[in-house]
């Protein structure tokens, strides 16, 4: 793993986060809320839970504060007040992602897990790889919910990621 992978799926988790915010924020709170039978409910428990797991990881990369709730627990009850969460934690992420080295990555690291309480050693490469992985598979059950509730949320394939090819990722300067 590289710096450059880490920018570059930090901008993938941003954009997507940012496109299915802007169509979701078309729904209704109830539309949003309503029980689809996803493992978070909804299309707000989803996002709900997206925000909980970057919150989590970068609690553990960054040293700041973690989650108090549980897992599954809504934080944000408003979608005003979700949607400017998810939007301040992918800008956070993108500049942590900035600062990350080589170096950074290939170190390993010691954590609790808030699942079921067990002390993990794994270098950071594998823990960043997780973060980003958590992040698409939720993002998955949040485009078939989306679909349930009859919006399209377009391609959401990495390649058509626009900062992969108006050199905003893959600058020279960057690699």
């Not at 707000?44 to 973690?66: E, N």
């Not at 599954?72 to 600062?99: F, H, K, P, T």
Request: aromatic content about 10%.
């Amino acid at each position: 793993m590289t710096p450059i992978y880490v920018r570059t799926m930090a901008a993938y988790g941003s954009w997507m986060n940012g496109r299915m915010l802007d169509l979701c924020g078309g729904l209704s709170d109830a539309e949003r809320k309503r029980d689809l039978g996803a493992f978070f409910k909804s299309v707000h428990g989803t996002f709900d839970h997206l925000i909980y797991g970057d919150v989590a990881w970068m609690g553990r990369f960054t040293g700041s504060p973690m989650p108090t709730n549980g897992i599954g627990d809504i934080v944000y009850e408003s979608w005003s007040e979700l949607d400017a969460a998810r939007r301040a934690m992918d800008n956070r992420i993108g500049a942590w992602a900035a600062q990350v080295t080589e170096e950074w990555l290939s170190e390993t690291m010691s954590f609790i897990s808030v699942s079921d309480g067990k002390t993990r050693i794994l270098p950071r490469w594998v823990l960043v790889t997780h973060m980003f992985n958590h992040g698409t598979h939720h993002r998955g059950q949040l485009t078939a919910l989306m679909k349930q509730l009859g919006i399209d949320p377009g391609v959401t394939d990495l390649p058509w990621l626009p900062a992969l090819y108006d050199g905003r990722v893959l600058s020279a300067t960057q690699l």
